[in-house]
């Protein structure tokens, strides 16, 4: 019996227009900035119509990395709200892969835009087994201080009584043909602007510790410090953090350079520790586990795996020989990848945009 299980920031599925551009330029659409826009209904009435265009082929695009994943369940970030998703299934999923994810959840959480985790299931697997949800729970409400993780180091403009998770920990109990799976799906607080002499992920890194230690408390909680081993779980998402990534030197006349580093510390070394989960990921090349490219121009790009299906050991090593997929596609051009990894790319997929998100799709296949 197996189950294909899947994760996907699918970056900003959205119901909203988002105005704030015409007082706020960082916010302001590089396009628009083209034109002589005079008031703020002119530029109302152009974002309308930019986002709208866009988004109709950035959709599409996303429908077919997940069509390509050909999950039974999808655990998504940065959508919306539920009716961004049943409009997002109904009008691209559905025309590509028919009545595939009739069993949708979310649950509101505490991003300050109001980017929610969600999961499309379908009713059965490949096979025919039955995906049921059993329970599901919200931990959008813990605080550093009910856990006692409250550092000065979080930042100054938070207190022990705030709310850990940026946006939620999603737990879920599944059986899958009678057989138990609980998942557990976040997206954790993304890398900021750097401060007090710190790049953007330096000076996050203490929240995203302190969500990776929040997560990991969950779990011990539910099935007992220590005893987790046995069981059958899995923590998908974007983990917006890596333990390792790819150094790209060089430039398009002269070619380039792929240099694998390792990151002294991150945020996801409380997964590692102890052996408490399993990154699947390490089954594939070093220079093949990348599921986003970073730059901020010519002198700072790198390739690295930012979204994650973390295995209990035991699901890891029922699943020895499984790999993770990753699905590229949908990427833009301007993503430059190692030598023997190119893909032909969806129709439409632009240098930048539009594209099936920032992110790739992972996938695994999962013997349960």
């Not at 000076?203 to 005893?227: D, H, K, L």
């Not at 970073?294 to 050991?313: A, F, K, N, T, V």
Request: include cysteine; glycine fraction near 8%.
């Amino acid at each position: 019996m197996s189950l294909r299980l899947a994760t996907f920031n699918i970056e900003n599925l959205m119901t909203r227009f988002d105005f704030t551009g015409f007082r706020n330029q960082i916010r302001q659409d590089r396009v628009l900035r083209l034109f002589d826009i005079r008031n703020e209904a002119e530029y109302q009435r152009l974002e309308e119509a930019r986002t709208v265009a866009h988004t109709d082929d950035t959709r599409q695009h996303s429908a077919l990395a997940i069509a390509d994943a050909d999950a039974d369940i999808l655990c998504l970030q940065e959508t919306d709200n539920m009716a961004a998703l049943q409009a997002f299934e109904y009008g691209y999923l559905f025309r590509m892969v028919g009545n595939g994810y009739r069993q949708k959840y979310l649950i509101e959480g505490n991003d300050s835009r109001g980017i929610d985790v969600s999961v499309l299931m379908r009713e059965e697997t490949r096979d025919g087994q039955r995906i049921e949800c059993v329970d599901i729970r919200s931990h959008a409400s813990v605080t550093y201080r009910d856990f006692g993780l409250y550092t000065p180091d979080l930042g100054s403009g938070l207190n022990p009584d705030d709310k850990i998770f940026k946006r939620d920990c999603l737990e879920m109990d599944l059986r899958i043909g009678g057989r138990p799976l609980t998942l557990y799906v976040v997206h954790f607080k993304s890398m900021g602007p750097g401060r007090e002499g710190m790049d953007g992920r330096q000076s996050t890194m203490p929240v995203r510790m302190a969500e990776a230690r929040a997560v990991r408390r969950i779990v011990e909680n539910r099935f007992g410090a220590g005893r987790t081993a046995d069981k059958a779980f899995a923590i998908c998402g974007d983990m917006n953090d890596y333990q390792e990534k790819l150094a790209i030197e060089g430039d398009r006349r002269n070619g380039y350079r792929f240099v694998p580093q390792q990151e002294p510390v991150s945020a996801l070394d409380t997964f590692t520790e102890g052996g408490f989960a399993v990154n699947p990921m390490l089954r594939r090349p070093v220079d093949d586990r990348w599921t986003l490219y970073h730059s901020r121009g010519p002198e700072e790009r790198h390739l690295c795996q930012l979204d994650y299906i973390w295995l209990s050991p035991s699901l890891a090593e029922r699943n020895a020989h499984h790999v993770p997929e990753i699905i590229r596609a949908g990427q833009p051009f301007r993503t430059i990848f190692p030598p023997g990894q190119e893909v032909e790319r969806y129709p439409r997929v632009g240098w930048d945009r539009p594209k099936a998100s920032d992110h790739c799709p992972v996938v695994m296949t999962l013997d349960l």
